[in-house]
């Protein structure tokens, strides 16, 4: 059996307990799971699909990898792909675990990530005996460095790579010969920032894609998380060998949800509306927090309040339990995470309202 670390939200049953014995409920901003409805317009094109009698293929439909590539040049500044240069991917998270098996790392290689980061950078690499070096810092990166992970707009502080950041980040590693891919699933959620570059925007890259990789997501911003519904793009000679290793492993992405980001992709309103919704939930919640004594940092981006009493994270957490709010310790995303919760801007706004009356 492979051993991996403890999974770290079992850690959080007894605060979870304590958050559920408020009288007036638990207010749960411990993860990032969107609880708004799935848009009609996505939900009618997955009703459209249920005939679905053959295997679909690996690489998708070319009608969905034309839509990820029409997505990328009218959101993201990226207009040097094509449908060759793109594939759907199940999730983003099994992307992400999967990845150093995809590119045959193994023991002796290092995965770069970023100093707190999402788990499953880490875990992926473990997966096939890797070494896992958080770090944030291109200059500190070792020379076996096989993969890097940028994670911006990130989780869980909403720190937003500059163009700068992201371009000295891929100089360094094309000097190593790793592979670099930035995670951007938050892309559509800035708040104190104009955007947040892609990867793959061509100040970032000087105009070649080489080693370059983009994940996204169309969990956040389209409600879409229980779909599984997401992409990968960039190097197309890399997205040839991942398409490669899936033939052979499978993780194909249902043609019904195929045709479900089909719809999601070609429609920008539901994206603006939703970001609407957050940046209300936000507003109501980021002065609560402060004015209960915690400093928020980073936090320009993304769906999560990075915050911190200069405290252990687990005397934060058990003092909000309290209150019936639960939120995550920032040592699940690593060391420098100790002294943060994460708290998160995925609950209703009912239940939002009720965190920051708690809090006052
Ligand atoms: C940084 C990051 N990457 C990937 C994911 C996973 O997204 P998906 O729902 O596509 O698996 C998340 C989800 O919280 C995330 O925060």
């Known amino acids: 059996m492979l051993v991996l670390p403890d999974f770290p939200w079992n850690a959080l049953a007894s605060a979870r307990e304590r958050a559920e014995a408020h009288p007036e409920g638990i207010v749960d901003l411990s993860v990032g799971s969107p609880v708004d409805p799935t848009p009609a317009v996505v939900r009618r094109a997955l009703e459209a699909t249920t005939d679905a009698h053959g295997y679909p293929t690996t690489q998708g ?4 990898r034309e839509a990820i590539v029409d997505w990328y040049a009218r959101n993201r500044g990226v207009s040097t792909l094509d449908v060759s240069s793109v594939i759907p991917t199940v999730g983003s998270k099994e992307f992400v675990g999967l990845l150093p098996t995809f590119l045959g790392l193994g023991p002796g290689d290092v995965v770069v990530h970023p100093a707190v980061a999402y788990p499953t950078y880490d875990i992926g690499a473990r997966v096939v005996g890797a ?6 810092n291109p200059d500190e990166w070792p020379a076996n460095t096989k993969l890097v992970w940028l994670n911006s707009p990130g989780n869980p502080n909403g720190r937003v790579d500059s163009v700068e950041v992201l371009a000295k980040a891929v100089a360094r590693a094309r000097e190593l010969g790793a592979v670099i891919v930035n995670d951007e699933c938050y892309a559509s959620l800035t708040w104190d920032v104009d955007s947040a ?24 911003q389209s409600n879409l998380a229980g779909y599984r519904a997401a992409f990968v793009a960039g190097d197309r000679t890399l997205i040839a060998g991942i398409l490669e290793t899936r033939k052979h492993l499978g993780l194909i992405t249902p043609l019904p949800i195929q045709a479900a980001m089909i719809a999601a992709l070609r429609d920008d309103e539901h994206v603006k509306a939703q970001r609407e919704v957050y940046r209300r939930r936000r507003e109501i919640l980021r002065p609560a927090v402060e004015d209960a004594g915690f400093r928020i940092d980073d936090s320009v981006a993304g769906l999560y309040l ?10 934060s957490v ?23 919760v994460r708290i998160a801007l995925t609950a209703t706004d009912e239940r939002i309202q009720a965190a920051a009356r708690r809090l006052a």
């Open 61 to 64: 439909a070319k009608q969905v």
């Open 131 to 136: 070494t896992p070096f958080p770090s944030d």
């Open 197 to 220: 570059p892609s990867i793959l925007d061509p100040r970032v890259t000087g105009g070649t894609h080489e080693g370059v990789l983009a994940a996204y997501s169309l969990s956040k």
């Open 306 to 315: 990075w915050a911190t009493r200069d405290e252990p994270a687990f005397d």
């Open 318 to 340: 058990n003092h909000l339990a309290e209150l019936g709010i639960l939120v995550a310790p920032g040592s699940f995303y690593g060391e420098s995470g100790a002294n943060h």
